[in-house]
């Protein structure tokens, strides 16, 4: 059996004593300051001489500051060579628009550090760290393939640490030896956050909304306080626990929803949603930003790379407004909820409907190369007029890219 490669992130708990957390605060402290001596120099040297630094030229730099700082001396040499990496790769996601200008980083902002190589090394419960000593951690899961990487994460008082790993699994059949039987369509929405073609669905339990008088109570408590007091500090701690804690019930729920999809079908055929656009809509913003849409569409992907599956993504025009049997174009606003053709007589729900309709669409379209980042869909719906297209965008429901 052909298998092919995938990386895997794992992240672990970490409880480490007084004296190593001391260590590695003063480690994230002093790489924060290298960080911004690194930027500073960059931006000086192209403004004076109009000379760009190389990434191996910032190492280089990297490595004469080290001999004059006795607290960069206490850290591992490689994770200060990744600290230029990340000096230059900032720079280059500015240039090639993927990101804002290079900012100055607050020491309470620079939260992480990476061994790229070496330095680390993972012994039964305890994880050796060069510089810092065998720190406990707590392995909730078997860690799989090869590690290539780790990094340190401290958040809201707690440290993680992540593992990259390399290992293989089976190399996805292709979609078209697939049974139709294991193909599912699945629409998403607001009042049911996945309807499936087989007219099982999902109710989203609003985690943030559960959880908004509390936050609300917070931050007026926060607003009143002197900024630098100690209760301040306090506060702000307590609130970011709970953001927090909102966004961990959040993607436990997303992942547990994602493994009793895939124990169901191969293929998954899911709406490419422009999400940033509906967010426009300052009535619904809030509830779509709840759902995270997006954030489920990745960890389906990353769900069907381990299992050999495959996720395909559709334009999302028209699904909801034509006939999933005879492609009739039926306008509905929002407050529809029933789908009733008046060519084939189809009597059932709204999202059943465009579910049915997704499948089939899925169906007659192949596995996007680009990993669902355009449409995949040679058949399309049956173009309708400009003012057909421009009424559908006006409501704010499921935009094209």
Not at 199 to 206: F, R
Request: proline share 5%; with cysteine.
């Amino acid at each position: 059996m052909q298998e092919q490669p995938l990386f895997s992130t794992y992240r672990y708990r970490l409880y480490p004593s007084c004296v190593q957390e001391m260590r590695l605060k003063r480690s994230l402290h002093a790489l924060c300051e290298l960080y911004n001596t690194l930027r500073a120099e960059k931006i000086r040297q192209y403004q004076q001489n109009h000379q760009s630094l190389s990434r191996t030229e910032l190492r280089s730099l990297a490595l004469q500051i080290r001999r004059n700082n006795p607290e960069l001396q206490e850290v591992y040499s490689q994770v200060e060579q990744n600290v230029a990496d990340r000096v230059a790769i900032a720079f280059k996601n500015y240039f090639q628009g993927r990101a804002r200008f290079p900012r100055t980083k607050r020491t309470k902002d620079y939260g992480s550090f990476t061994y790229p190589q070496s330095g680390f090394k993972l012994e039964d419960s305890r994880l050796f760290l060069s510089k810092i000593g065998r720190v406990r951690i707590f392995l909730h899961r078997p860690l799989q393939g090869t590690v290539r990487r780790l990094t340190i994460k401290y958040t809201v008082g707690e440290w993680y640490a992540i593992l990259l790993t390399n290992r293989t699994t089976p190399l996805k059949p292709p979609i078209s030896h697939v049974a139709n039987d294991k193909v599912r369509g699945g629409d998403l929405g607001l009042e049911r956050f996945v309807t499936l073609d087989n007219g099982e669905s999902v109710q989203y339990p609003k985690f943030l909304r559960a959880a908004e008088e509390k936050i609300k109570h917070l931050q007026r408590r926060l607003a009143r306080k002197r900024k630098g007091s100690r209760r301040r500090r306090v506060l702000a701690r307590q609130l970011a626990r709970l953001h927090m804690h909102v966004a961990r019930q959040r993607e436990d729920w997303q992942k547990k929803l994602v493994n009793a999809i895939f124990k169901e079908c191969d293929v998954l055929v899911l709406e490419k949603l422009n999400v940033a656009h509906m967010l426009s809509n300052r009535q619904l913003a809030k509830a779509i930003m709840d759902s995270s849409w997006s954030q489920f569409a990745l960890k389906c992907m990353r769900k069907a790379d381990m299992l050999a599956k495959h996720v395909v993504f559709i334009d999302p025009y028209g699904t909801s407004q034509f006939c999933h049997q005879c492609l009739t174009w039926v306008p509905k606003t929002l407050a529809d909820r029933e789908h009733r053709c008046p060519n084939c007589e189809a009597d059932l729900p709204r999202d059943l409907n465009s579910a049915l309709l997704i499948r089939k669409l899925g169906i007659l379209s192949c596995s996007p190369s680009d990993g669902g980042l355009s449409p995949a869909e040679p058949k399309p719906l049956p173009m309708r007029t400009l003012k057909h297209r421009q009424v559908a965008a006006l409501k704010r429901e499921a935009h094209s890219l």
